[in-house]
């Protein structure tokens, strides 16, 4: 069974870095496509960015100057490096992986089979 934890969310201040973690297990990843998404209150699920097997990244175009996505796929962990931090990225993180992706590194959250709970990022101003 495939698990995904998500780590690494706390309370900042608006300017500051921030990296979130996620350890995947129950599986060989090297061929998956891992990806965040995020949710702020009252809002819609949103993608952020994903990263497929062969470290080709997609971003969200308002987050590619301040977000990278990175994995290791030796410690199976996917990794997203927040900086300048605003107000406005305050949401739950979300970290999905999907093994049927092929070369791709989706946007859509229907190409992802697995999701993790979640890890709190909250930015004060």
């Known amino acids: 069974q495939v698990h995904v934890v998500e780590s690494g969310g706390g309370l900042v201040q608006a300017g500051d870095s921030l990296r979130l973690s996620c350890a995947a297990s129950g599986r060989d990843f090297d061929n998956a496509a891992m990806a965040w998404f995020r949710q702020a209150t009252g809002k819609d699920r949103e993608f952020v960015a994903a990263i497929n097997w062969n470290t080709l990244a997609n971003y969200a175009d308002s987050l590619k100057a301040r977000f990278t996505v990175s994995r290791d796929d030796a410690k199976s962990t996917l990794y997203l490096q927040m900086k300048n931090l605003r107000t406005e990225d305050s949401a739950v993180y979300y970290c999905?992986?999907?093994?049927?992706?092929?070369?791709?590194?989706?946007?859509?959250?229907?190409?992802?089979?697995?999701w993790g709970q979640g890890t709190q990022v909250t930015v004060s101003s």
């Open positions: 999905v992986v999907g093994f049927t992706t092929g070369w791709r590194a989706p946007i859509s959250r229907s190409e992802y089979n697995y």
